[in-house]
């Protein structure tokens, strides 16, 4: 096989389409910080602490004396994290400083370390422009809407799902309206607590993780609490998540649990929730069908164990009382050998996440629906 030619291995692929170039937009814009009071931050489970430490971690600055030092590293990235305004701007850029320029080989760039915008037109919500992120620089600037009618309309900018971020600014044309979209008062969120696929490994974009998309479908506030490889059903965990009162606890970390302690660690990890929140829904999700377990038979005895311990404790749960506890089959949620679906095998791609969302939904709004005890 020939090798290429010098000439060809120094072009890049946005020398040969630019389409594939990325553009800082337009300069002429005035800059919000997030943290203005024009700009809502919403998905977080502790937004005064967020805000007075001006910070976009998952979990509060203090739980650092808490978790182990892996779940600290996780927790600072932002997946799901959104700002959530209404404008008429037709041009909307986005300033942002992460942590590092640190690539994953499985997950894009755009997912992993860019944003994400959504409208919202007649009650449905739209992508409507992802900023790719530098590959070399911590710091840069990406256009998200360019030249849109100027009427005013609902928007999400959703932050990274895998990269810390350090600052955010978003950019408005000069003369545009911007005012804040909050959470409907008195809604309680959704939260979910688990492993890489619940963080959103490896959506294509940082808007398509299933968390993020379910919030959108179900029109419900969603606290994303997913830590890569670390969701183990800590007691310490289970402590801080009490802490926000929510109205579905989705407990989606049995991929990371140890099966030898899952017969003790699920059942501790619900009586140190039910000690604060007796009446809240809890939601267990099972292991999705990997891809492996088509081929792996020590793989899928070890994922049924699971699956059998995670039924057995809500089988006896729901024996000594417990009325608001619920199961959630992972084999129906995203099956194995599906095309498309999975970038690895077992994290999933944005076509895997939305199906994934599609599957849940019913569930999640049947546990909604149900009026409690």
Known sequence: MKSPSSATKSLRIDQIDRNFASS???????????????????????????????????????????V??????????????????FTD????????????????????????????????????????????????????????????????????????????VEAVALGFARGAKVRPSPVPAGQKPLLFYGTSITQGGCANTAGSDYVSTLGRMLG???????????????????????????????????????????????????????EKRRKA???????PAFDKTLWNPTRRAADDRKRDIAMRSYLDLKAAGDNNLFFIDGNGILPAGLSGAYVDGVHPTSHGFAIMAERMLPQLQAIRSREGP
């Open 24 to 66: 800082a937009g337009k300069t002429n814009l005035v800059w919000l910080d997030a943290f203005d009071s024009r700009l809502s931050l919403r998905g977080l489970g502790w937004p005064k602490e967020n805000y007075r430490t001006r910070t976009f971690w998952r979990f509060p600055k203090r739980a650092e004396k808490s």
């Open 68 to 85: 182990r030092p892996d779940v600290k590293v996780l927790s600072q990235m932002p997946s799901g994290v959104f700002l959530s305004f």
């Open 89 to 164: 701007s037709p041009d909307i850029s986005i300033r942002m400083e992460v942590g590092n320029t640190d690539q994953m080989d499985h997950m894009p760039a755009s997912g992993m370390a860019g944003a994400e915008l959504y409208l919202r037109v007649a009650g449905v919500w739209h992508p409507a422009g992802v900023a790719k992120p530098s590959l070399t620089e911590t710091l840069f600037q990406r256009p998200l809407l360019e030249d849109a009618a100027r009427t005013m309309r609902e928007c999400r900018v959703y932050l990274p799902l895998y990269k810390g």
């Open 220 to 274: 419900a506030e969603v606290l994303n609490l997913g830590f890569s490889g670390n969701g183990r059903g800590e007691p310490e965990v289970a402590k801080l998540i009490r802490e926000v009162d929510a109205e579905v606890y989705v407990l989606d970390f049995l991929t990371n649990a140890d099966v030898g302690k899952l017969e003790q660690t699920l059942p501790n990890f619900i009586r140190l929730l039910r």
């Open 281 to 287: 829904s809890i939601a267990i999700v099972s292991c």
